[in-house]
């Protein structure tokens, strides 16, 4: 069977590319510019528009880039499910916060810590795990995350205090945060550069669909059964999913450093049993890997994207997940079950709607700008794709503000809702593929870093969007977010016009 990059060569047009090859020495990307200076032209593998394939895939078929577009397909709607299931994991229990708290004798606000420790210990589990997973690869790593998740839901559903639960989703978080620094990594891994923008989008919206869609199936567990049950189930669904990626999802991590491409090809059979030598045969643990994520915040083409999409992602999405239980009882007088439709369905759709015109588009606005260079694609020219987001997550913020303040009927609510999720998909996506281009080896790091400050930032809402509205009111300080995530926005707006030429080279995982 041909290899993907070569299906892709083949479809080129031959025309199309001997125009493109003619500049390909002034005007190729920085990482292959001084490979097609030194190798014919008709070396340099090529997509089906006649750009150069970045990056440049090996003649080893255990490299990812040489799969089949159906095991690619499997790998990464696998990968999408595990994010999927941590952040359902997450908020399943939102709409039950009544009757929990009632069980744990505690008040709505003390009992929304139980997934507010959940976020912020899946920002530290996904800082933690990502140097293991840059030796030993990220098959075993994200097996371990489906083994401990599937226990430690099931004790979080035993948990008879307000103690004991909130230690047991503590670790529940610190596990389930590994693919969700570690998926986008996985995403890079397999695809080229000119595609990433749609299978990033394909990733993003599981990741966020994931939080979006928990608070409508545990409204009706909450009915139906017991609180109990919004841990059991996730349980039951990551057992499974440890089942079937053990046995469909191969080994993603590929070195292509020289010496480790000199090495004899691992059999497919080593590479599924993790046998033999580790995914990474040339590199050991240093405590300075635990620190490289950190260090990723010293490049403003990774700091202001990241803090940007930690807003975004607070008051576009867990604002809305937190406040719910209390202020729908409040103003609509609702039950779980009504909670969680009117907060998860516009949440859900809003996302689905956003990624229509997220990855595509992201990859659209690529192609076109480096078709017009003659072939070099600039990272910064997807930035442009986010600019919708930008502006509808905080419209949607301030609509459901004033709804909830004016106590109008729950159809502007819900528009205000899905609104803000269209922008908070659409940013999302756009930052995942940006920091991507821009620093391709260090993308495990991107995602954990990215996936940090966003479950940070989650996290600390928690402590003050309920008492501010109640000191302002719910349409005033809903604004005040909104106009907070307006002004963040503008930070990296300068990237747009420098960030070409702030952007520095990283002198680590070269090789990958």
Same mark, same amino acid.
């Given at each position: 069977?041909?290899?993907?990059?070569?299906?892709?060569?083949?479809?080129?047009?031959?025309?199309?590319?001997?125009?493109?090859?003619?500049?390909?020495?002034?005007?190729?990307?920085?990482?292959?510019?001084?490979?097609?200076?030194?190798?014919?032209?008709?070396?340099?593998?090529?997509?089906?528009?006649?750009?150069?394939?970045?990056?440049?895939?090996?003649?080893?078929?255990?490299?990812?880039?040489?799969?089949?577009?159906?095991?690619?397909?499997?790998?990464?709607?696998?990968?999408?499910?595990?994010?999927?299931?941590?952040?359902?994991?997450?908020?399943?229990?939102?709409?039950?916060?009544?009757?929990?708290?009632?069980?744990?004798?505690?008040?709505?606000?003390?009992?929304?810590?139980? *997934?507010?420790?959940?976020?912020?210990?899946?920002?530290?589990?996904?800082?933690?795990?990502?140097?293991?997973?840059?030796?030993? /690869?990220?098959? #075993?790593?994200?097996?371990?995350?489906?083994?401990?998740?599937?226990?430690?839901?099931?004790?979080?559903?035993?948990?008879? $205090?307000?103690?004991?639960?909130?230690?047991?989703?503590?670790?529940?978080?610190?596990?389930?945060?590994?693919?969700?620094?570690?998926?986008?990594?996985?995403?890079?891994?397999?695809?080229? $550069?000119?595609?990433?923008?749609?299978?990033?989008?394909?990733?993003?919206?599981?990741?966020?669909?994931?939080?979006?869609?928990?608070?409508?199936?545990?409204?009706?567990?909450?009915?139906?059964? =017991?609180?109990?049950?919004?841990?059991?189930?996730?349980?039951?669904?990551?057992?499974?999913?440890?089942?079937?990626?053990?046995?469909?999802?191969?080994?993603?991590?590929?070195?292509?450093?020289?010496?480790?491409?000199?090495?004899?090809?691992? #059999?497919?059979?080593?590479?599924?049993?993790?046998?033999?030598?580790?995914?990474?045969?040339?590199?050991?643990?240093?405590?300075?890997?635990?620190?490289?994520?950190?260090?990723?915040?010293?490049?403003?083409?990774?700091?202001?994207?990241?803090?940007?999409?930690?807003?975004?992602?607070?008051?576009?999405?867990?604002?809305?997940?937190?406040?719910?239980?209390?202020?729908?009882?409040?103003?609509?007088?609702?039950?779980?079950?009504?909670?969680?439709?009117?907060?998860?369905?516009?949440? =859900?759709?809003?996302?689905?709607? /956003?990624?229509?015109?997220?990855?595509?588009?992201?990859?659209?606005?690529?192609?076109?700008?480096?078709?017009?260079?003659?072939?070099?694609?600039?990272?910064?020219?997807?930035?442009?794709?986010?600019?919708?987001?930008?502006?509808?997550?905080?419209?949607?913020?301030?609509?459901?503000?004033?709804?909830?303040?004016?106590?109008?009927?729950?159809?502007?609510?819900?528009?205000?809702?899905?609104?803000?999720?269209?922008?908070?998909?659409?940013? =999302?996506?756009?930052?995942?593929?940006?920091?991507?281009?821009?620093?391709?080896?260090?993308?495990?790091?991107?995602?954990?870093?990215?996936?940090?400050?966003?479950?940070?930032?989650?996290?600390?809402?928690?402590?003050?969007?309920?008492?501010?509205?109640?000191?302002?009111?719910?349409?005033?300080?809903?604004? *005040?977010?909104?106009?907070?995530?307006?002004?963040?926005?503008?930070?990296?707006? #300068?990237?747009?016009?420098?960030?070409?030429?702030?952007?520095?080279?990283?002198?680590?995982?070269?090789?990958?």
């Amino acid at each position: 069977m041909a290899s993907y990059p070569e299906q892709a060569n083949r479809s080129t047009n031959a025309a199309d590319s001997e125009a493109v090859g003619e500049k390909i020495g002034e005007t190729a990307t920085t990482e292959y510019a001084d490979r097609e200076k030194k190798e014919p032209d008709s070396q340099i593998l090529r997509d089906r528009h006649g750009l150069p394939l970045v990056p440049q895939p090996s003649s080893d078929p255990m490299d990812p880039l040489n799969w089949s577009p159906w095991l690619k397909g499997t790998v990464l709607a696998q990968v999408s499910l595990l994010s999927f299931t941590a952040l359902l994991s997450a908020s399943l229990i939102a709409p039950t916060y009544v009757p929990l708290g009632e069980f744990l004798h505690e008040d709505l606000v003390t009992t929304a810590y139980v *997934t507010s420790v959940f976020i912020a210990c899946a920002g530290i589990g996904s800082l933690f795990w990502i140097p293991f997973s840059n030796i030993y /690869g990220r098959r #075993p790593i994200y097996l371990l995350s489906l083994l401990a998740n599937t226990a430690f839901l099931v004790a979080s559903g035993k948990s008879k $205090s307000y103690g004991e639960i909130m230690a047991m989703r503590a670790l529940n978080g610190f596990f389930a945060g590994i693919p969700l620094g570690l998926g986008s990594a996985t995403v890079v891994d397999l695809f080229f $550069s000119y595609e990433r923008g749609r299978y990033m989008g394909i990733y993003t919206v599981m990741l966020i669909t994931g939080g979006h869609l928990a608070p409508v199936i545990g409204g009706y567990v909450a009915k139906n059964l =017991t609180w109990q049950w919004c841990f059991y189930i996730p349980s039951i669904i990551t057992a499974a999913e440890f089942i079937i990626f053990a046995a469909t999802v191969p080994e993603t991590l590929f070195s292509r450093a020289p010496e480790a491409l000199a090495r004899p090809s691992k #059999p497919w059979t080593e590479n599924m049993l993790m046998i033999g030598p580790r995914a990474h045969p040339t590199r050991t643990l240093h405590i300075v890997d635990f620190f490289r994520p950190a260090q990723l915040l010293l490049y403003p083409e990774v700091f202001f994207p990241t803090l940007y999409y930690a807003i975004i992602f607070t008051y576009g999405s867990i604002l809305f997940i937190i406040s719910s239980a209390n202020l729908f009882r409040q103003i609509y007088h609702y039950m779980p079950q009504q909670t969680g439709l009117l907060l998860g369905l516009p949440l =859900t759709i809003g996302s689905l709607l /956003g990624e229509t015109s997220a990855g595509w588009v992201s990859d659209y606005i690529s192609r076109t700008r480096a078709i017009a260079r003659g072939g070099e694609r600039v990272p910064e020219d997807r930035l442009l794709g986010m600019i919708p987001g930008a502006i509808l997550t905080p419209l949607g913020i301030i609509i459901e503000g004033v709804c909830l303040q004016k106590r109008t009927h729950w159809a502007g609510t819900a528009m205000g809702i899905g609104i803000a999720s269209v922008g908070y998909q659409i940013v =999302t996506t756009a930052v995942y593929s940006y920091t991507a281009e821009c620093h391709k080896p260090q993308a495990s790091e991107l995602g954990a870093i990215i996936s940090f400050s966003r479950q940070l930032m989650g996290f600390t809402i928690g402590f003050y969007a309920i008492p501010l509205s109640a000191r302002i009111g719910i349409q005033n300080a809903w604004i *005040t977010f909104a106009f907070i995530s307006v002004g963040i926005y503008l930070l990296t707006v #300068p990237l747009l016009f420098w960030g070409r030429k702030w952007r520095r080279e990283i002198d680590w995982h070269k090789d990958l």
